[in-house]
């Protein structure tokens, strides 16, 4: 398997996406202070999770890209079938085997994230079922930090306790709502939905106008609103590009559904930035992680020139 075969299967320019989930979480659960390194296994875990589901979509879906995209790596014949579900199993599984060095509970919660995963590359198509269970992934990733995070330090975590769940799980649910409308939107890249151009423009629009609300959300639960209001402002700097994309008045077609993709793909970044700001936006901690996140800013954007990031 060529190296650029390989970026391609698991989409490498997608990788930024996969390590900020994790800090966000993290950050989030600590009200953004400085937690242990060795939570720090939480972000290759994200990184088996997220590829590991990239590749098992591919494979999944190796019999319609035949047809459509016969140009990927698993169509085209470069890397084989079995060779591309062997890297898919051994990359979720792997999550879990290191969700076992934080706790039991950790690999088990990755656990059920990956059969989410799994669930959605393989059964968990249709225009509702398929957005619901990609938007239900990216929200369980960043709770699934959250939660590791809790574990690790010893807090409590009834979901009925006062101290813990309650209006922090908004904050992955918001994002996750995002991912859902980006899935909706991404529908029609592959001819699963009509090019409208009053549909794909509102769901641009909705989109744009979800871009604050993680972080808002995120200041609300930690009673931060200074906090939530910067990591807001941050989150609405990619409005504009939104925006712009969706007054355009140039004919949809799926080449430029697929570029837009990328641009509401990359505002993940900017989300996930947004959340770890809002956590603490005076505190070294919470400042440094939203650099951190941005700083993969550039580098999925230079990565999709390798790897295409849908």
Known sequence: MRRADLFQLTRISLAPTAIADPIAGILLATHGDLAGPKLLILIPMSLCLFHGGMVLNDWSDRDADQLTRPERPIPSGRVPARSALLLALVLLLGAVLLGFTLDPRTALAAGVLACLIAFYDIWGRGGWLGPL??????????????????????????????????????????????????????????????????????????????????????????????????????????????????????????????????????????????????????????????????????????????????
């Open 133 to 310: 269970s990609m938007g239900s992934c990216r929200a369980g990733n960043i709770a699934l930090a959250y939660a590791a995070t809790l574990w690790s330090l010893g807090e409590p975590t009834n979901l009925l306790g006062e101290e813990t769940f309650p209006m922090r799980l908004c904050v992955p649910l918001a994002y996750g709502l995002y991912v859902f409308l980006l899935s909706r939107f991404a529908r029609a890249e592959d001819g699963e939905a009509e090019l409208d151009p009053l549909a794909l423009r509102g769901f641009l629009l909705l989109a744009l106008t979800l871009l604050p609300l993680p972080a808002l959300v995120t200041g609300i639960s930690l009673h931060s609103p200074v906090g939530g209001i910067l990591g807001a402002m941050l989150a609405l700097s990619g409005g504009p590009g939104l925006w712009r994309a969706a007054m355009d008045a140039t004919p949809w077609t799926r080449s430029r559904v697929t570029e837009t993709v990328g641009l509401l793909l990359r505002r993940m970044l900017l989300i996930t930035g947004s959340i770890a700001l809002a956590t603490a936006p005076l505190g070294s901690v919470g400042l440094l992680g939203a650099l951190v996140i941005l700083a993969g800013y550039p580098l999925a954007h230079s990565l999709r020139k390798i790897a295409p990031p849908s």
